[in-house]
């Protein structure tokens, strides 16, 4: 594993331990030339996913960037990190489940959106503004308005 400090390749694992909710193996690494410290961690990938997005674009699906969206639409929320982590743990785990190598991003959208749902409301509606790209203050409105009245609001069902 390279150093992010100084780029060195050869760093040594000093622990290994598997993480709290046993879906992954944490590192304590040191670099050998800058003594730098770091953690990684290993995690079981059933498959190489791509992600085709709305401009029909093909990309390789990214676990830290829907960690990322995820975390800026809890941004100063107070949402235990582990419940993140489990959130996060069960999408991945859905989408290598379907048995197909693509997923669409509408179809990570809507896993993101089910889960905020059950774990945070203001989540949920900070990520429903962007994912279904609000213009206006009377699309929220109209979206906090459906919450109240059912399932998933504005939701196809498909």
Known sequence: MRCPYCGNPDTQVKDSRPSEDNTAIRRRRVCSDCGGRFTTFERVQLRELMVLKR????????RDK?????QVALRKRQVDPERVERLVNGIVRQLESTGESEVTSEQIGHLVMEGLRGLDTVAFVRFASVYKNFREAKDFEDFVGELADGPM??????
């Open 153 to 158: 609001a504005g939701d196809s069902g498909d």
């Open 66 to 70: 829907l960690m990322r969206s995820i």
């Open 55 to 62: 401009n029909n674009r093909r990309v390789p699906f990214d």
